[in-house]
Nanobody
Framework: VQLQASGGGLVQAGGSLRLSCAAS????????MGWFRQAPGKEREIVGA????????YYADSVKGRFTISRDKVKSTGTLQMKSLKPDDTAVYYC??????????????????WGQGTLVTVSS
């Protein structure tokens, strides 16, 4: 599986942005798609995840109620809809796939396929 995230950009605080993650290759091997972010000088953290088959979504407390994760199995695309953005949401955002489900859905170490990141900058 190959993943490519897109949709990042500059947005004002309080604004919205939608990120996409296009999957290609052996997409039927994806069990979970996760979204992560890494702010300058900080460790990468999980934003949320979605089970590819059933569409169950999970969120980090910091984004719950503001971010929505969805997926389109036909288009092999995952989406991270972000609203009420804050300057603290500024980061490079990544999508990733878990193809073996050997760990927890919300654990960074569970993901074995990573896409390139897309930068989201939220201005105050």
């Amino acid at each position: 599986v190959q993943l490519q995230a897109s949709g990042g950009g500059l947005v004002q605080a309080g604004g919205s942005l939608r990120l996409s993650c296009a999957a290609s290759g052996r997409t039927n091997s994806m069990i979970v798609m996760g979204w992560f972010r890494q702010a300058p000088g900080k460790e990468r953290e999980i934003v949320g995840a979605i089970t590819w088959s059933g569409g169950s979504a999970y969120y980090a407390d910091s984004v719950k109620g503001r971010f929505t994760i969805s997926r389109d199995k036909v288009k092999s695309t995952g989406t991270l809809q972000m609203k009420s953005l804050k300057p603290d949401d500024t980061a490079v955002y990544y999508c990733a796939a878990d193809t073996d489900l050997e760990g927890a859905v919300m654990s960074l170490s569970s993901y074995d396929i990573w896409g390139q990141g897309t930068l989201v900058t939220v201005s105050s």
